[in-house]
């Protein structure tokens, strides 16, 4: 049997945007500039406060210092502001475990958290992953591409 091989090993730095200047990181394709994600972790990070990390030209990784009650309002908020997350991510989560179980491998248990409650009937299923995997592991990868 195989693995999923899921790696969860990140350096993550208090939220300063220097590198995301260096790196004119961006999500361009959905109209959102460097400055636009600047202000949007500004925000995050005066309402959680955040770390982030893995930073490039089109991506980076947040970690939340502390999560809302609300988690769905904030799932659907990182939506809008990156919908790669769940129509890249999340949103395949359905597609990714049918190969993974034809190719005979086995679910790992963290990723078994990460499902746990998701109606697969349910249209934004990849929402509710997203919430549980901001609840594991208080953090999510922003990508636009």
Known sequence: MKSWGIVKKFVYFMFDPTAIIEQQTNGINYDIT??????KLQQWDGQ???????VTFDSLIVRFENLPTDL?????????????????GFGCFDDILAMGREGGEEIPPDLQNLLEGVNWDDP??????????????????????
């Open 124 to 145: 934004d299923f990849g929402l509710t992953i997203l919430q549980n995997a901001l609840r594991q592991d208080q953090g999510v990868a922003l990508w636009w591409d």
């Open 72 to 88: 769905k309002a904030l799932a659907e908020e990182i939506y809008e502001f990156c919908p790669d997350v769940i129509d890249q």
């Open 34 to 39: 460097t400055e636009d994600l600047i202000a």
């Open 48 to 54: 959680y406060g955040i770390e982030i990390g893995e």
